[in-house]
């Protein structure tokens, strides 16, 4: 594999000054999103890594999970079905082999932590607090069961999500902390009230929506965890209403947005939403090199649309 021509065809991207989200500042609008650009810089022979606003990296648990059994993505009319299950190594592994690696790319790193518990998420933010200087900031992914609650997902709950954000808050006083909600409930514009008050600095929208499907041959379904969640086109009107409903009933709460990300319109559509950011995650299983060539045409389309500045497109749909 060679590293030797990612640059090529990314120095034009038109400069449309930095970009301010939940108290971080970035180069530009774009990152990648959790779980579809490795837990560390596996993308870097496609793309310069530094060019993006960020990356995402997988979520993290405390401790090593094994995720789920295979097969873990299938296509969709317009998008995929996944149920990877947040396999992964663990914080520690993670600060000691894989954050160095995006360091040394060039990369701006946002760590992503999950929990099966209020204490798991607890437990993986104190293990982060050691390199949390070293992370532009630290998104806490809401879409897993609850344990200890019959299995509820946190996203779900408002309780829930505010309790699991006060404990991060409480290990990570200085991090700038993104609560990534769930669009799977319509409670989803009281839940990002309720981690606001808990001490989130932004909100992420969203993460997969529920899905399945059924293999009519073996009647049983496509993937080995039977369900799993849907991703890509198909959900970027969800993902669009859920920016725009968020920013509607919480003026001053930042956001940023997630879903179905293909090209540079769709960045500015969320933006005039009310992003501030947008992340890119299934349009990089189709193209490794999305999100510079998303990038790249945000920023064309921003200056076709006689935009001078990332920072004016936020909220100019309302
Ligand atoms: C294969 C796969 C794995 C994912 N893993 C995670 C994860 O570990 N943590 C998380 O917060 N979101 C995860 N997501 C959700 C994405 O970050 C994103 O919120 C969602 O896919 C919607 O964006 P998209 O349509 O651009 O993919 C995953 C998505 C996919 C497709």
Same mark, same amino acid.
């Given at each position: 594999?060679?590293?030797?021509?990612?640059?090529?065809?990314?120095?034009?991207?038109?400069?449309?000054?930095?970009?301010?989200?939940?108290?971080?500042?970035?180069?530009?609008?774009?990152?990648?999103?959790?779980?579809?650009?490795?837990?560390?810089?596996?993308?870097?022979?496609?793309?310069?890594?530094? @060019? #993006?606003?960020?990356?995402?990296? @997988? &979520?993290?648990?405390?401790?090593?999970?094994?995720?789920?059994?295979?097969?873990?993505?299938?296509?969709?009319?317009?998008?995929?079905?996944?149920?990877?299950?947040?396999?992964?190594?663990?914080?520690?592994?993670?600060?000691?082999?894989?954050?160095?690696? #995006?360091?040394?790319?060039?990369?701006?790193?946002?760590?992503?932590?999950? %929990?099966? /518990?209020?204490?798991?998420?607890?437990?993986?933010?104190?293990?982060?607090?050691?390199?949390?200087?070293?992370?532009?900031?630290?998104?806490?992914?809401?879409?897993?069961?609850?344990?200890?609650?019959? &299995?509820? $997902?946190?996203?779900?709950?408002?309780?829930?999500?505010?309790?699991?954000?006060?404990?991060?808050?409480?290990?990570?006083? /200085?991090?700038?902390?993104?609560? @990534?909600?769930?669009?799977?409930?319509?409670?989803?514009?009281?839940?990002?009230?309720?981690?606001?008050?808990?001490?989130?600095?932004?909100?992420?929208?969203?993460?997969?929506?529920?899905?399945?499907? $059924?293999?009519?041959?073996?009647?049983?379904?496509?993937?080995?965890?039977?369900? %799993?969640?849907?991703?890509?086109?198909?959900?970027?009107?969800?993902?669009?209403?859920?920016?725009?409903?968020?920013?509607?009933?919480? /003026?001053?709460?930042?956001?940023?947005?997630?879903?179905?990300? /293909?090209?540079?319109?769709?960045?500015?559509?969320?933006?005039?939403?009310?992003?501030?950011?947008?992340?890119? %995650?299934?349009?990089?299983? &189709?193209?490794?090199? &999305?999100?510079? @060539?998303?990038?790249?045409?945000?920023?064309?389309?921003?200056?076709?649309?006689?935009?001078?500045?990332?920072?004016?497109?936020?909220?100019?749909?309302?």
């Amino acid at each position: 594999m060679t590293w030797l021509n990612t640059r090529r065809g990314f120095d034009e991207i038109e400069a449309l000054g930095d970009i301010t989200c939940g108290g971080v500042r970035a180069s530009n609008p774009i990152f990648l999103a959790s779980g579809t650009a490795g837990h560390g810089a596996e993308l870097a022979p496609y793309m310069p890594l530094d @060019k #993006l606003g960020g990356i995402v990296v @997988k &979520s993290l648990s405390a401790d090593a999970w094994p995720g789920n059994p295979a097969p873990r993505v299938h296509p969709t009319a317009s998008g995929m079905l996944n149920s990877v299950g947040l396999q992964g190594d663990g914080v520690p592994h993670w600060t000691q082999h894989d954050l160095p690696v #995006l360091e040394a790319v060039g990369a701006t790193v946002v760590a992503s932590i999950w %929990g099966r /518990s209020v204490a798991d998420y607890a437990r993986a933010a104190e293990l982060l607090r050691p390199v949390s200087a070293r992370l532009l900031a630290v998104e806490v992914n809401l879409s897993c069961p609850n344990l200890e609650g019959r &299995s509820a $997902i946190f996203a779900h709950d408002a309780d829930l999500s505010a309790q699991v954000l006060a404990v991060v808050r409480a290990e990570l006083p /200085s991090s700038s902390l993104w609560a @990534k909600l769930s669009a799977n409930t319509d409670r989803i514009v009281e839940i990002a009230g309720s981690v606001h008050a808990a001490g989130a600095d932004a909100v992420t929208l969203v993460n997969t929506m529920l899905g399945l499907m $059924i293999d009519t041959s073996t009647r049983r379904p496509v993937l080995g965890n039977g369900g %799993g969640g849907l991703s890509g086109r198909a959900i970027h009107p969800i993902a669009v209403r859920a920016i725009h409903d968020i920013r509607r009933a919480h /003026s001053e709460l930042p956001i940023v947005g997630v879903g179905g990300v /293909s090209n540079g319109d769709d960045v500015i559509e969320m933006m005039l939403a009310g992003a501030s950011f947008v992340q890119v %995650g299934t349009a990089t299983f &189709s193209d490794p090199r &999305s999100g510079v @060539k998303i990038l790249r045409h945000a920023s064309r389309r921003a200056r076709e649309l006689g935009v001078t500045r990332w920072q004016d497109l936020v909220n100019a749909a309302h």
